[in-house]
């Protein structure tokens, strides 16, 4: 789908509240995958970042009234998500909390020379490339959700300092701070223990198979390589990529195509009676 300009979606955003379903399916379509890339990002897993995603888009769509066009609909948007995302208890790592100190400890001592192999005759590469991905978004988890939000919006996808400020509730200057002493732990921790972006001893294609006996990755789903990142989101990995040096340490974080199942879902919401409550609110 085209990306639409704000003056677009500030007019299919008045249409829809008008009743027009088309322009409200439009409108919830032409955010989706923004939702689900920052849902992931803060949640760490798939399943998780579905479920968040299909409660932030039934509040847009509920709340949709209250947006008055005095900012771009995007951070509109970011506002909702994040709101809801850092107060999320449902998803997995809000049950068993991770930190550097415990992932840092897992790759010096963990047995991987001790696992069998467990690959199922799927192409190691592959399964590498999985384990990688799947990892940069777990470290993530290893942040506070507040910490987390904000290396999400600055370094993911780049949302300017007095627009972030605004959507967390606190000055230009301290989003600014704060982002930089995130980005340098991040940083720190890839250069002490990460071979793939720093100067450490972990490699994906050596853990591989301990992954998989601790459930990290599974060889019949995998999540990250099947979901090819979207077109729409392809100018914010790009731009993402040239921030400055440091950024280059996390050139890895791709953007991904939302589930069809949240079209779906959407599709089957507005198609159902639920629309009229929608309209009515």
Known sequence: MNQKTNDELKRLV????????????????SVQDLVFNLSLRMLGTFPDAEDATQDILLKIMTHLSSFRGDSAFSTWVFSIATNHLKNYKKHMFAKFPLSFEFYGD????GKIDDVPDLTQNVEASILAEELKLSCTNVMLQCLDAESRCIFILGTMFQVDSRIAGDILGITPEAYRQRL????????DFLKEYCGEYGQGTCRCAKRVNYAIQN???????LDFTTAAPSEAMLEVKKAMEEID????????CKTY??????????TKFLDGTSFSVIRNA
């Open 245 to 252: 040096d440091l950024s280059q340490h996390f050139s890895f």
């Open 215 to 221: 459930h990290r990755i599974s060889p019949d789903q």
């Open 180 to 187: 930089s002493r995130i980005r340098s732990k991040m940083a």
């Open 106 to 109: 897992d790759i010096k001592n």
């Open 14 to 29: 008045e249409q829809a509240v008008a009743g027009d379903k088309a322009s409200l399916e439009t409108v919830i379509l």
């Open 257 to 266: 195509r939302s589930p069809e199942s949240l079209k779906e879902f959407v």
